[in-house]
């Protein structure tokens, strides 16, 4: 626990752990309020939490929503902050679909990080990530080797506590060093540390900013659109579609086939990207054989 005071090791007590059985008790990033004793510190109280970043964790073998725990990967987060590369991996935007239906599911803002636009130039990188602000996600353009967008970046996480995460090779800690030096080195030697034992997913740290907030490291969230969807709801995550639903002929409208679907009718006449509406497509189909091998 981090007070103004210094860090505290502090435990659970028994009475806490009665109290919530549906959920995490304690997870990164929650505020606590802690007694400091002489052979133990022990957390006294959670505060309540105005946001989370959470997946259900199934109680059973067999999926039983009504019984599923909430797995609280991070507690109290502002936003969520995805970096692609441009180029070097090659952008996988069906990914980055998937990771802002998460966003969307937890009703968090997100933020899309296109980093290396050193090597296409930011005219291409804002052409193939136009899709996005276009429909009102903030995209903040970097490049750690030319320190482009790196203050715009700064600014966004300031004072704020951003769940940060990228694929291997996106440049996630070179963008790190140049926000802050050594923070990139730091968040990678504490991930390549917890990334040997086996419950990997379930650990995430909190790295302060020189300019006030954090920055929280977890990688549970690269899987964790597979979990909580059902099939039926995947189309109120996606932010152009959603608004279009109830304008539907069928009010359980798969907006595959259906007539007189106004998700159809948006895609061909271009107010919805064919590529998000191919995501949408993708990430239903994938849900219902989910949904099928889990019932």
Known sequence: MRTAEGDFISIIPGRLKKERLE???????????????????????VAERKSTLARARPS???????????????????QLVFVFAVKNPSPNLRKLDRFLVVAEMNQLPAV??????????????????????DIGYEVIYTSARQDVGITALLDCLQGKLSVLTGSSGVGKSSLLNALQPGLGLHVRDVSEATGKGMHTTRHTELFP???????????????????????????????????????CQFNDCTHEHEPGCAV???VRNGRIHPDRYQSYLRLRAEHEKLDDALY
């Open 112 to 133: 899309i990080c296109v980093n290396k636009v050193d090597l296409t130039g930011l005219e291409q990188a804002r052409q193939q990530f136009q899709m996005y602000a």
């Open 23 to 45: 959920t995490d008790i304690v997870a990164a990033g929650d505020r606590v309020t802690i007694s400091v004793q002489h052979d133990m510190n022990l957390i006294e109280a």
């Open 264 to 266: 159809i009718a948006a």
């Open 209 to 247: 900013l020189d300019v006030g907030g954090y920055v929280a490291d977890t990688p549970g969230i690269r899987g964790l659109a597979l979990f909580d969807v059902e099939p039926t709801e995947l189309d109120g995550y996606f932010r152009e579609i959603a608004p279009l639903v109830p304008d």
């Open 60 to 78: 059973a073998r067999v999926r039983n929503l009504s019984s599923d725990r909430e797995q609280v990967l991070v507690a109290n987060p502002d």
